[in-house]
């Protein structure tokens, strides 16, 4: 009926709860300290065509709202899998529970900035069987290698790209690509060329998240 169609989400996810801020300012200061390094310098003009000025990543990215960690983009029932996954006994079982997530890494590419999630084993009994394998390149990634938040997007570009950028990523450290690496206070910066930047936390940052789904 068409009420039952009614009752599947945007998408299901985990939200974070009473962080947003916290989280949104370290990211704010990561981009802040980014864009002053002479590495990231050096590398500018994959961030401007006019690399006479400076980069001003913080402007550079608009806010995409609340926070969040999506597991499945449904569409309101018209993406592959969508009924299926709502109807999932997991889905169902955790559905308004709260979970611990671990941030482990901030990624920043010209088109998205995002924090990197390392999903548990009971958090992976939520995560799409197809999240990964949907890209045929990545097919070959662990289970839960896309899990992100996305931070903030470059103008005109779709919170989506955030995921295929972590994956995009992931691939390249999957291949065992070293990369140009610098320290930060935070941890270990590599730059894999063509803008993309990866900090892995030397300390995860753990956040209270809530599995929910969003129908706006
Ligand atoms: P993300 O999870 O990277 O933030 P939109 O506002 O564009 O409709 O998207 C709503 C949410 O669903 C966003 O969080 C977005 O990206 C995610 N999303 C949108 N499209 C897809 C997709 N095709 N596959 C996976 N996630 C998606």
Known sequence: SPFEEMSIPLFF?????????????????????????????????????????????????????????????????????????AQNTAVKDFYGSTFELSLTALFVTPRTVGAKVSLTEEQLLLWPADAESSVPAAASLPLGSRAHITLGCAEGVEPVQTGLDLLDISILQHEGQKGEQVEMELGQLTYFGDGRWFLSLTEPIFVPACFSSFYM
Not at 18 to 26: A, M
């Open 13 to 85: 996810g985990w939200f974070l709860l009473s962080v947003q801020e916290k989280v949104k300012c370290t990211s704010m200061d990561f981009l802040k300290t980014l864009d002053t390094l002479e590495i990231f310098k050096k590398h500018m003009t994959d961030f401007t065509d006019k690399p006479e000025n400076e980069v001003d990543l913080e402007q550079y990215f608009k806010d995409k709202g609340v926070l969040h960690c999506t597991t499945k983009f449904c569409d309101y029932g018209k993406a592959k899998g969508a009924k299926e996954y």
